[in-house]
């Protein structure tokens, strides 16, 4: 059983620290496990959960002053068979759903994997990451209407040259913690710092097209809280070698 | 120490297998020939084990090093295909495919050899464009926003009805 080999989510670490689960989904080669490396750098060993097709990177980080240990789940090749075995799902707090922004076929996909984390995760979180920007920047300029549509946070990324990764990482570990404390406006939080990008009424005028607004409001009507996850990479440390 | 060994030509013969580059040594400035026997390759020989041992090999290292993964993985395919009784047209055909990639294929429906020689080719764009540690542009964390930029529809959304999206 997925038990015996899973950490549990619900409860604490093991130095009575917050733990918390985000999962990576998408087509194979749109760049996942590339992501997650670039996000914790090289030289990282993940631990093999051999029973079932997958990795898991953990990660430790501060979040509000707090230790948070991350487990960053990635499959290994399990995409293959097009939707991933329920223990992946089980517990996780937030997904990051990627597509290859020179592939368009990853695209058109996503909403089979949404499909799939629905129905065994309902209500977490997911952020859409557009990766390989970096093969042709034009695409940075174009919508895409599917993040928008379902009320996901989006994100150009590029895990050759790093563009946003570190960003994408951080905000799904602030969204799996804000869903794991019942907060019902996780995503909301996400979305408002976006549109803390967009102050400037210049910019105003672009809202609402990318997907990155859900509802297109002028500004947030909060105050930006600081919630920065306090990265470090220094910080990662590495459960698959104790 | 630069290695001062740029790779011309890369090739096969079947009879023995043998692994075939040419390349000029700008030390010398002559034009070498370097022909690498492929032994004990039989067609149930797997691939990444014929690389280790030439990777492993004193003599053939320095010339292995010349080509790329994807490169080396597409040569040693041609050889072990032939071993396996294709033909070579049909065995050259098999491989432009796996080096293609076509932006509307399907690449969870792929054999698994398919998908490892698609993300050797993915990978060689991939070294090209990256940044890492040690570069002298090199950030952890890079942000940067899009979105003030002039906004135009990707064409990806438009064809279909989309029920789902
Ligand atoms: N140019 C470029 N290539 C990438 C990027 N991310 C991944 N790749 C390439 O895409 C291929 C698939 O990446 P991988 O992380 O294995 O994808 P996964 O199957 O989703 O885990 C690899 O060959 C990478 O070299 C990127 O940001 N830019
Ligand atoms: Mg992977």
Redesign the pocket.
């Known amino acids: 059983m997925a038990e015996n080999t899973q950490p549990d989510y619900d409860k604490p670490g093991d130095e009575g620290e917050e733990r918390i689960k985000v999962i990576c989904l998408?087509?194979?080669?749109?760049?996942?496990?590339?992501?997650v490396e670039r996000f914790l750098m090289d030289g990282y060993k993940p631990q093999q959960l051999s029973t079932f097709a997958l990795t898991l990177f953990t990660h430790t980080t501060e979040v509000d002053g707090k230790k948070v240990t991350v487990d960053f789940w990635?499959?290994a090749g399990q995409?293959r068979f097009n939707s991933m075995h329920p223990s992946y799902y089980h517990q996780a707090q937030a997904c990051i759903l990627?597509f290859d922004c020179t592939r368009k076929i990853t695209y058109k996909n996503l909403p089979e994997w949404l499909k799939d984390l629905r129905t065994y995760r309902p209500e977490i979180p997911c952020l859409c990451a557009a990766?390989?920007i970096?093969?042709d920047m034009s695409m940075t300029q174009k919508t895409f209407a599917f993040a928008k549509k379902h009320s996901m946070p989006f994100y150009f990324?590029?895990?050759?040259d790093g563009t946003n990764v570190v960003k994408l990482f951080r905000d799904s570990i602030r969204a799996a913690l804000a869903y794991k404390h019942n907060s019902t406006d996780f995503m909301d939080e996400i979305m408002k710092e976006l549109e803390n990008f967009e102050l400037d009424p210049k910019y105003n005028s672009k809202l609402n097209q990318d997907g990155t607004q859900r509802n297109g409001k002028d500004s947030p009507d909060e105050e930006d809280v600081d919630r920065e996850a306090k990265d470090d990479k220094n910080n990662t440390t590495d459960t698959g070698q104790s | 120490m630069a290695d001062t060994l740029q790779l011309l030509k890369c090739g096969v013969r079947f009879e023995p297998p043998t692994l075939v580059l040419s390349y000029k040594d700008w030390k010398s400035g002559k034009l070498r020939r370097r022909s690498m026997p492929l032994r004990n390759f039989n067609k149930n020989t797997g691939i990444d084990r014929i690389i280790e041992d030439l990777n492993s090999n004193p003599r053939h290292s320095r010339f292995i090093r010349l080509l790329s993964s994807a490169q080396l993985q597409r040569l040693l395919t041609i050889v072990k295909d032939k071993l396996s009784g294709l033909s070579l047209e049909a065995s050259i055909a098999r491989n432009n495919a796996m080096d293609t990639i076509n932006p509307e294929e399907n690449l969870n429906r792929v054999d698994p050899e398919t998908l490892q020689r698609k993300?050797?080719i993915?990978?060689t764009?991939?070294e090209q464009?990256r940044k890492k540690p040690g570069d002298p542009d090199f950030q952890y964390n890079v942000e940067v926003d899009f979105e003030t930029a002039v906004v135009e529809t990707s064409g990806w959304d438009s064809e279909e009805s989309d029920m789902d999206f």
């Open positions: 998408g087509d194979s080669a749109v760049g996942k496990s590339k992501l990635d499959t995409e990627v990766n390989k970096d093969e990324v590029s895990a050759a | 993300k050797l993915m990978d764009s991939f464009k």
